[in-house]
């Protein structure tokens, strides 16, 4: 039973010493490489869950967040290390493989200074089209938030040219720069048929009168708003 015993306190040791010996084969250097590849490895795969965030129609509303964060901590980590390195073909290797999450890093920040030029148009929009349909229409208020719109739209919509995916880029326009575009072609159609209207009231000649009556409905034809087209057909009608 002893024997037993010191056998087992044997082995103990034997395999503590293992760890306590440095070993002739080890080479220090190599936690480090393992340590700055792995670091790199992670910093790509975050990139390509970023470029999957796309596939999310949510992101368009609200911009990419977690996995852009994300992908911009790996990336500062890890370029932070392959800087570190001696010049050569390992920095310059790691270097070429980071330059693709950086370019991914890049997209995505231009992604989200589109959604938010995204939302200023939206508010633009959302305030030209709130004088548009308010009673009594003041038609100078119209007329200055229409133009400010258009002034957004020329400032804003840039933006959305600079994201490189395609499908991306179409689906941002049809989100936000769109929507803005028509509402002021209709805001411009409203007030153009409203003055149409103004004159044809003035004008005592029937014949004549029925001209700018004719131009006001190409005018609400033209309209798809459905608020200001109904509004405006009514006041044809009541001509």
Known sequence: MKTKWKWIVFSIIAIAAT?????????????DKVVTENTVEKAREASVKLRAAYKDKN??????DAPYDKARTEYAHAIGMVNELEKGERKTRLKGQLKSVEQEIETANTFNKAVRAGKILLTAQQEA????????????AA???????????????????EIPFSYVQ????????????????????????L?????????QV??????????????????KHKELKAKLEKKIKDI
């Open 206 to 223: 029937e014949s004549e009168k029925m001209k700018y009556v004719d131009q006001a409905v190409v005018k609400a034809n033209g309209i």
């Open 59 to 64: 992101i368009y509303l609200n911009g990419i």
């Open 195 to 203: 003055a149409l209207l103004d004159e044809a009231k003035q004008n």
């Open 129 to 140: 089209e709130a004088v548009h349909v308010k009673e009594p229409f003041d038609i100078k």
């Open 143 to 161: 007329v200055k938030s229409q133009k400010e719109l258009e002034e957004t739209i020329d400032k804003q919509s840039g933006i959305f040219t």
């Open 170 to 193: 179409k689906d941002m326009k049809v989100t936000y720069v769109y929507p803005a575009m028509q509402f002021n072609r209709d805001a411009i159609f409203y007030v153009e048929g």
């Open 19 to 31: 760890f306590l010996i440095k070993n002739p084969y080890y080479d220090a250097s190599h936690d």
